[in-house]
């Protein structure tokens, strides 16, 4: 049971809101760690769609323009990230699209420049290209996204 009440626990929610812009999912998991009242946790997130505090294009904008930027991740780590932020599939398809694929390879081949720069010089070729391949799994590339790259190049730059 909670001890705020609708306008405290509506404003503590919008403060959240407007720090960082956040998902449906994160809007109700913090409501549900203030109250355990179902018609005020479904009023609260009325009232925050309503006066704008939450939206679900915008944090998907957001989310994907900051992982893209910022982080470098690939598709498929981005696209696991926001399936946890409960994020329909055919809104986070159509926002994966719009990654410019001049900015997405740019980063797949900084990622893979920075990577062997932490490999030993006496590795093989071979050892290399596994490991950076990893490395860019790991960061949300497959392997259709580094199909042209020459990995023999990018060892002797």
Same mark, same amino acid.
């Given at each position: 049971m909670s001890l705020l009440g609708l306008n405290d626990l509506q404003l503590k929610l919008e403060r959240f809101c407007a720090y960082q812009e956040r998902s449906l999912f994160e809007a109700d998991k913090k409501l549900r760690t203030l109250t355990d009242n179902e018609k005020i946790i479904t009023t609260v997130i009325k009232a925050l769609f309503v006066r704008g505090f939450l939206n679900e294009? %915008?944090?998907?904008? $957001?989310?994907?323009?900051? +992982?893209?930027?910022? +982080? %470098?991740w690939g598709k498929k780590k981005i696209k696991n990230g926001l399936i946890?932020? +409960? #994020?329909?599939?055919? =809104? #986070?398809?159509? +926002? =994966? $699209?719009?990654i410019s694929p001049q900015v997405y390879q740019k980063n797949l081949l900084w990622l893979a420049q920075k990577k062997i720069k932490t490999l030993k010089k006496e590795d093989r070729d071979y050892y290399k290209k596994t490991k950076i391949m990893r490395f860019l799994y790991s960061k949300g590339y497959t392997p259709n996204d580094w199909e042209g790259i020459e990995f023999k190049d990018l060892f002797s730059s």
């Open positions: 294009n %915008r944090f998907v904008d $957001s989310y994907v323009q900051g +992982k893209v930027n910022q +982080k %470098r946890n932020h +409960k #994020i329909p599939t055919n =809104l #986070i398809n159509k +926002k =994966l $699209s719009e």
